[in-house]
């Protein structure tokens, strides 16, 4: 069964430090790893797109790795902000034929506190 | 312009009314999404509209009912809901991997 699953559930940092969020999936065939963030009650604004080939990418204080030989991937939150605190959500795209289908994960809520 | 619009933000609704929740994009995107997001879940696919055709409706019961006007617009005509329909509807577009989501319509149905 196609899976994401994230780690850890939720996060508490303080403001400035540094965190990583894991994500690992069983999706095959894969298409493309997504990482989301999302403000309560908003709608997903994406972080990051990476497709098989790529192993890493950033996105000003976001930059996320992917490893497709172990199905695994990360994203790491440097110098953290306030407006950091939302829910992080990685999302695999599968490839069937010509539709995509994107498989969610649970999300990983962090807090930032001053 | 990067933005998809939807609303209304907030709507009440009785089980008896009928309502219809409004999305827009104009970045020229081929195709429009609605999810359904219940708290602390993960958005559910209920359409997918392509070309301004319906091209995937994942078995969503049918007092929900999407219609495309146009290739901007997407809306959801809502009748007969239950208290449990109550959720956040996100409305979403794309033109190739890229999905772009709305704020959300946080509907409550009691």
């Known amino acids: 069964k196609n899976q994401v699953e994230q780690s850890p559930q939720s996060l508490i940092i303080l403001e400035g430090k540094n965190c990583t969020l894991q994500c690992n999936y069983t999706v095959s065939p894969f298409s493309n790893l997504r990482w989301y963030k999302q403000d309560t009650g908003r709608g997903p604004v994406s972080l990051t797109i990476m497709t098989f080939s790529e192993n890493t990418k950033s996105n000003g204080r976001y930059t996320a790795t992917l490893d497709a030989d172990t199905k695994q991937s990360s994203l790491h939150i440097t110098a953290s902000q306030l407006s950091d605190s939302a829910s992080y959500i990685c999302?695999?795209?599968?490839?069937?034929?010509?539709?995509?289908?994107?498989?969610w994960g649970l999300g990983t809520s962090l807090a930032v506190n001053p | 312009d990067t933005e998809v619009t939807q609303t209304p933000k907030h709507l009440v609704m009785g089980m008896t009314n009928k309502k219809s929740l409004k999305c827009e994009q104009h970045?020229?995107?081929?195709?429009m999404y609605w999810y359904k997001q219940k708290a602390k879940k993960p958005p559910e696919l209920m359409f997918v509209y392509s070309y301004e055709k319906l091209s995937i409706n994942e078995s969503v019961p049918s007092r929900f009912s999407p219609e495309c006007p146009n290739s901007s617009l997407l809306n959801l005509h809502l009748h007969a809901l239950q208290p449990e329909d109550s959720a956040l509807y996100l409305c979403?577009?794309?033109?190739?991997?890229?999905?772009?989501f709305g704020p959300g319509t946080r509907l409550t149905v009691t």
């Open positions: 970045m020229g995107h081929r195709a």
């Open positions: 979403a577009s794309s033109q190739e991997v890229e999905q772009y």
């Open positions: 999302v695999v795209s599968e490839m069937t034929g010509n539709n995509r289908k994107l498989i």
